[in-house]
């Protein structure tokens, strides 16, 4: 079992950061990947950016050039700088960590991120 906190969402508006951390405990794999997805209202969950153990980086087009992902794999947080914040960027942000040896994923509770204009 894997326990997620996620913190750092908030109001801000457009044009600046928020930056959100996600500390995962229990039974931490050597083999994960962690990252953070988003679900707007009345829209399906979208991933926002992955990161696995290794470092390797996946971004949706929409935040590349705008949001970065880290981990410190020694803490087992990950990290989601967003900069450059847009209205659309409104939603909750879920942190997730997922299990390819089992192709499992467990989820946050979710955090608010509100840009407005």
């Known amino acids: 079992q894997v326990h997620l906190v996620e913190s750092g969402g908030g109001l801000v508006q457009a044009g600046g950061s928020l930056r959100l951390s996600c500390a995962a405990s229990g039974s931490i794999a050597s083999i994960n990947r962690m990252g953070w997805y988003r679900q707007a209202p009345g829209k399906q969950r979208e991933l926002v950016a992955t990161m696995t153990r290794g470092g390797i980086t996946r971004y949706a087009d929409s935040v590349k050039g705008r949001f970065t992902i880290s981990r410190d794999n020694v803490k087992n947080t990950v990290y989601l700088q967003m900069n450059s914040l847009k209205p659309d960027d409104t939603a909750v942000y879920y942190c997730?960590?997922?299990?390819?040896?089992?192709?499992?994923?467990?989820w946050g509770q979710g955090t608010q991120v509100t840009v407005s204009s």
């Open positions: 997730n960590y997922f299990l390819p040896t089992m192709a499992y994923d467990y």
